[in-house]
């Protein structure tokens, strides 16, 4: 009895961490504005159209994913002086992963917000995509290393706190890593995986090529239980090739 039980702990083990690796392909967050699934949306605004053929975000979110202070967080870029367009760029972009991506689920975490009960921690931008950021935001100016608190929301928007003095970027974010990884609380980390290598994520794409990120998704699911294989090993009987094909079905 105890072999069989040892067997059956296993297999259930197993069964649930494959599908949990299943369960984060094609998902939208629970969060503010995201859809409940994820869909074709044909009228994606710009930087955001590349998911029109499956995205969480909608016709409406994308255009205030372009607009300063819109009413998506009432967040102001430009909360220290005039951004650069090619350092807002990046921020846009950002948006509309954030909103529009269906291709987050292995990065996806529950939180006890008021205003959204999951957030992404940890997503593996490409590298490429950090250091760009950070180049084109060299001359722009911030009050803060990290965007997500500690802002005067008095007015409604964000503003500097009054002892937080405005400097350019680099000043808060020396290098590319800083900037990527610290301004929304580890929502991103930097790669050291390049653009098409399919294990990082992009940050924007050409959709005529498809998503990039599809692939990635599949790839970090498909790890979440990398003791698998061990594991089977391990029983004290052989399994059946029938009872495998199905575990792993």
């Known amino acids: 009895m105890a072999r069989d039980s040892l067997v059956l702990l296993l ?6 961490a494959i599908h949990a690796g299943k369960d984060q392909l094609n998902v939208c ?22 998911w029109r053929d499956n995205a969480c975000c909608t016709k409406n ?19 220290c002086a005039n951004m650069t367009p090619a350092c807002k760029r990046h921020f846009i972009q950002d948006t509309c992963l954030y909103e529009c991506s269906p291709n987050l689920g292995p990065w996806i975490q529950k939180v006890d917000a008021s205003w959204r009960r999951e957030r992404i921690l940890n997503v593996p931008l490409c590298k490429e995509d950090c250091e760009l950021w950070w180049k084109d935001c060299q001359t722009s100016y911030t009050c803060k290393s990290n965007w997500h608190k500690g802002w005067d929301w008095s007015s409604g928007q964000n503003r500097c706190p009054v002892q937080e003095a405005c400097h350019p970027f680099p000043f808060y974010f020396p290098t590319p890593a800083d900037l990527c990884q610290r301004i929304w609380s580890n929502s991103y980390r930097i790669s050291n995986e390049s653009r098409g290598s399919g294990r990082c994520i992009q940050m924007w794409f050409d959709p005529v090529e498809g998503n990039p990120n599809d692939a990635v998704a599949r790839f970090y699911a498909g790890n979440l ?7 089977l090993s391990l029983l004290p009987v052989a399994l059946p090739l029938g009872l495998l094909r199905l575990l792993l079905s």
């Open 11 to 16: 297999l259930l083990w197993a069964a649930t």
């Open 61 to 79: 979110t994308s255009h205030a994913a372009h607009q300063d202070g819109s009413y998506l967080y009432n967040f102001n870029w430009q909360h």
């Open 225 to 231: 239980a990398p003791g698998l294989a061990p594991a």
């Open 29 to 50: 967050m629970d969060a503010k504005h995201h859809k409940t699934e994820p869909g074709p949306e044909d009228d994606l605004h710009q930087q955001c159209s590349p």
